[in-house]
């Protein structure tokens, strides 16, 4: 009677647990022995790219929605979930390229506020409604959304409490697809390198299929044949070979590879694919449905949350490893390149 092995699922949480990872900077959460309560998932809408508008970009619309670390944790996508969603009038031109992505245009913002001091205070009134500590979790935040959110903050000096914290959630989902990438793997050489094993610790062994041995000739007669054989094949053979020698060869083109070539294509093989870390290539890769509405704020956030519900556990234990404060990212600046 065969024994039963621990299930695939259970395996993996095993060797989940032995596969760690250097946190992208100190954990600025876990040294005052604090867990993130909540998470503030944002996304920004804007007037364009920061390279193309010498770092005066302005938000056109900002969506945060708030959901509770135990929430995330269960793996499924949160029942309690409080949103703030603001669209605002620039006070600039809206990049063609931005209103064909967003679908925001002047025209459709020209009736909204710009963003103030009391659009500053709406945000901080909405996050002050619920438990610290809470931590910003936006897509390629580091470069994008945290520099520029900051720095309509400073346009309007405003501050928000010293003790938010952020995270950048591309990088959390590279970390997190790297480690069961490489948990995966760990799994297929156990399970395939695990025979099977019987009640009385007897163990499966492949057989080696036996070469069979070659059969004699038991008569003369026999031996008569095989000559025979062999001379018409000798034949055969030899006015095969005159025939191609009467006969005037043809052009043919010989194909070389040089050994740059031979190491290019080791070096990068054409048979693997990158894995895109796009926020809507991500939710379409977890939950195997296609996003709509990609790049409308409230939608993004949406995408955002059900992947990290996604990944459970494992993206709030990153997060309580990888937090920073919001403060200490530099806001957009003229002149300065963005990001960290």
């Given amino acids: 009677m065969f024994l039963q092995f621990p299930k695939l699922n259970i395996l993996k949480f095993e060797f989940w647990k032995t596969v760690s990872y250097t ?6 959460v876990m040294a005052n022995d604090q867990q993130i309560f909540n998470f503030a998932f944002m996304d920004l809408e804007t007037t364009g790219l920061p390279s193309e508008e010498h770092n005066k970009t302005r938000i056109t619309e900002l969506s945060i929605a708030v959901v509770e670390s135990s929430h995330i944790s269960l793996g499924v996508y949160p029942r309690v979930c409080n949103k703030l969603n603001l669209c605002f009038n620039p006070g600039k031109i809206v990049q063609p390229i931005a209103t064909e992505i967003t679908g925001l245009a002047n025209t459709m913002l020209e009736n909204q506020s710009p963003f103030s001091s009391s659009a500053a205070d709406s945000i901080k009134g909405f996050l002050s409604l619920h438990k610290k500590p809470i931590c910003f979790v936006a897509h390629n935040g580091n470069k994008f959304d945290f520099p520029i959110f900051r720095a309509e903050l400073e346009r309007v000096k405003a501050h928000l409490p010293e003790d938010i914290l952020c995270i950048d959630s591309l990088l959390c989902f590279q ?4 480690m069961e990438v490489h948990t995966n793997s760990m799994l297929e050489s156990v399970t395939s390198n695990t025979p099977a094993v019987r009640g009385n610790d007897e163990v499966d ?20 044949l095989c000559t025979v054989v062999d001379e018409y ?15 005037t ?24 694919q990158r894995t895109s870390f796009k926020l809507c ?28 519900a996604f990944y459970g556990e ?5 997060s309580n490893k990888n937090a920073k404060y919001l403060s200490s990212i530099p806001h957009m600046r003229p002149g300065i390149e963005i990001g960290f």
């Fill in 281 to 308: 290539d991500i939710y379409k890769r977890l939950t195997h449905k296609d996003p709509n509405n990609s790049h409308h704020a409230e939608a993004d956030v949406d995408y955002l949350i059900h992947c990290a």
């Fill in 205 to 224: 062994v492949p057989v080696k299929k036996m070469k069979t041995a070659p059969l004699e000739f038991t008569d003369e007669f026999d031996q008569f």
């Fill in 249 to 272: 060869p043809k052009h043919q083109i010989i194909r070389t590879t040089s050994s740059f070539d031979s190491v290019k294509r080791n070096i990068f093989p054409q048979n693997k």
């Fill in 233 to 247: 094949d000798s034949n055969i053979k030899k006015q095969n070979i005159q025939k191609v020698h009467e006969t």
């Fill in 314 to 318: 494992k993206f709030v234990e990153w």
């Fill in 175 to 178: 970390d997190l697809h790297r």
């Fill in 23 to 28: 946190p992208r900077h100190r954990s600025l």
